[in-house]
């Protein structure tokens, strides 16, 4: 075959399907742009998943109408001043407007704050004249039968709704890093968002996350070797299904990188059940020469020059503010226990006046008053659920009340001061019922002394060299070349954990000791997999994440079980560990170990607010 040269057109819809893979891909292309040029304010709008229209108008600098030409032809840019090593704005390829204008009907209106407006046309590539328009300053960019050059990507495209989640999802990114700037993203094919400016930052992320986020996060603000980690992480018990709710930033740039997701998974793994995620927004910020920014076509991926500073820092960081934070309960435990506790409105069982029934009137401040009907109010029925079946949960035995004391004065004086309180009763032998100065805790016995336990093993575990049994035969495991010389590097971390392993000759070490904890194991696989984890992450945290598994699992057993009944000072002696206990707001698998009610909520319950 010969070799010749592919032309202008194709050059560009090869360079598409690098940066444009989907509707998304274009409007964060346009957005980063908007960006990048000083806008205060950028609308968005579309329509068919943004396959018909995607239009993006900000109020930026503008583009002169001699360098409209230049845009939208390829590898050229405004933004490398001094070099692909220091890049500070969020494109700087000179590759999206081109590869846009490959596969679809591309017009570019701009107009700075002293020249005149112009605008440009492309469509499958072939460039129009620029020619003379009416706007005002900034730039409107349209797009328009997104892929019609290229039919057979939209054999892959999704369905409209997921196509318009994606959009959403890249505009809600960018919005977190830009608080000063107001986005509108609105169309035929969605509900508005609406992201005012603001220059809060905590109050952009509670825009986009949920306004129950601040309640629920804790504040992150680290520095190590001039690498800075700030923002906020959720407390665990405020957790989600999926990881879409963890947005990072490097330099402000927003990324979806494995290294920082591995780290924050990492620094909850004690917290959180496997299958539960934590809600983040972080942002790194370090010199812009120790971050490779350039190694997708997309920027969506970065490459840190020493990534175990980066990964050690989010892990420290994060579990140090977990621990600073004490014990805090997801308010959505209480939000969700309100919930449980109204009722809808319940028919009484004696005749009405008509021979009906009477409705009872949830709004007894509005309910008509009447005369006492004393026959019908203690002898009619009472609805199911009321019954004495239904009640036989609240029947407590011969269990004396925990609280033994005779005043409401000491009641008052031993529940303030403690974030806890003071213990009331046990209920369903299981559950201690607590009075603070301001609310009401119900705390699952087994779930908090489950944790206390597995506190205090990691601890013992943690002070000292792991003990170690040794092998009477060395096992030798076959590995390549590099992940036997990593292992080798940290062989002495290995000790600790009680793993001893030498060289044995090229591509192979020596496994003299393991774990006493974890009893007969595959010594091979284990191997394997820490040689894996030091080649993807430069640590050893599978071993130790064996060696909590084992300890959870000892707590578990350890703990005290359901069904045990507590006297008073027991239950208050838990309490008082729970509250010096980090991270004792949830159990070793991830649930929460205790819920609260504020005073006010159960006045609220009962029509007092």
């Known amino acids: 075959m010969t070799i010749r040269h592919l032309t202008e057109t194709m050059i560009n819809q090869i360079a598409a399907g690098e940066v444009i893979e989907r509707p998304a891909s274009v409007v964060k292309e346009l957005v980063e742009n908007a960006v990048d040029a000083g806008a205060t304010r950028v609308e968005i709008a579309t329509a068919g998943g943004g396959l018909s229209l995607i239009r993006v108008g900000d109020d930026g600098s503008g583009i002169p109408a001699d360098e409209l030409e230049l845009a939208v032809s390829r590898h050229c840019t405004s933004k490398l001043a001094n070099g692909i090593d220091d890049i500070r704005t969020l494109g700087f390829r000179g590759e999206a407007l081109p590869s846009i204008g490959a596969v679809s009907r591309l017009s570019i209106r701009s107009r700075t704050a002293t020249g005149e407006a112009a605008e440009i046309s492309i469509e499958g590539g072939r460039v129009s004249a620029v020619r003379p328009a009416g706007a005002n300053r900034g730039t409107a960019v349209e797009v328009r039968d997104l892929f019609f050059a ?34 509108t993203l609105s169309g035929s094919d969605r509900s508005t968002l609406d992201f005012a400016a603001t220059d809060d930052r905590l109050k952009r992320i509670a825009q986009v996350m949920g306004a129950e986020f601040p ?119 209480a939000s969700a226990m309100m919930g449980a506790f109204r009722s809808g409105p319940t028919s ?48 407590t035995g011969p269990l004396d009340s925990a609280d033994m004391r005779a005043t409401a004065e000491d009641i008052a004086q031993d529940a303030s001061g403690l974030r806890l309180g003071a213990a009331r009763a046990q209920v369903h032998e299981n559950y201690i019922v607590a009075q603070t100065g301001d609310s009401l805790v119900i705390v699952d016995q087994h779930a ?76 091979e696989q284990l191997v ?27 707590a578990c ?26 991270g004792s707001g949830t159990c070793n698998h991830g649930r929460p170990t205790y819920i609260e009610l504020k005073l006010t909520d159960i006045e609220r319950l009962f029509g007092r607010r």
């Not at 092998?471 to 290995?494: F, K, M, Q």
């Open 528 to 554: 394997r997999d820490l040689a894996d984890e030091l080649a993807d992450n430069d640590t050893v945290d599978t071993l130790k994440q064996r060696l909590d598994a084992i300890a959870a699992t000892m």
């Open 215 to 333: 309640d629920n996060s804790i504040a992150i603000d680290a520095v190590r070797e001039g690498v800075r980690l700030d923002g906020h992480v959720s407390i665990p018990s405020f957790s989600r299904a999926n990881a879409l709710q963890q947005y990072v930033y490097v330099n402000g740039r927003p990324v979806r990188d494995r290294l920082i997701a591995s780290a924050i998974r990492g620094a909850f793994a004690d917290t959180l059940a496997r299958d539960r995620h934590a809600v983040a927004a972080l942002f790194v910020t370090l010199d812009p020469a120790l971050v490779d920014v350039n190694v997708h076509p997309a920027k969506a991926d970065v490459r840190f020059r020493d990534p175990g500073l980066v990964r050690g820092l989010i892990v420290g960081a994060i579990r140090e503010a977990l621990a600073g934070a004490g014990i805090r309960p997801a308010s959505t435990g």
């Open 150 to 183: 290229t039919p057979a990507r939209l054999k892959f495209m999704k369905g409209e709704r997921a196509e318009s989640s994606a959009i959403s999802d890249v505009v809600r990114r960018i919005a977190i890093a830009f608080p000063a700037v107001r986005f």
């Open 448 to 523: 908090a002394h489950e944790r206390l336990v597995y506190e205090a093993l990691k601890n013992a575990l943690n002070s000292r060299p792991m003990p170690a049994q040794l092998l009477l035969l060395p096992t030798i495991v076959d590995l390549p070349e590099d992940d036997a010389e990593r292992l080798c590097l940290h062989a002495d971390t290995l000790r600790r954990f009680g793993l001893g392993i030498e060289r044995f000759g090229p591509g192979a070490v020596a496994v003299r000791e393991t774990p006493a904890m974890l009893g007969e194991t595959n010594i």
């Open 557 to 582: 057993h350890g703990s005290v079980r359901s069904g045990r009944r507590l006297l008073p000072d027991e239950m208050n002696a838990l309490l008082r560990q729970m509250e010096s206990t980090p």
């Open 348 to 395: 009484y069982g004696h005749p009405g006046p008509a021979g009906g029934h009477r409705s009872y009137n949830p709004n007894f401040r509005s309910a008509a008053s009447g005369p006492f009907d004393a026959a019908h109010s203690f002898h009619r029925p009472l609805d199911a659920g009321f019954g004495e079946e239904s009640q036989a949960a609240f029947d």
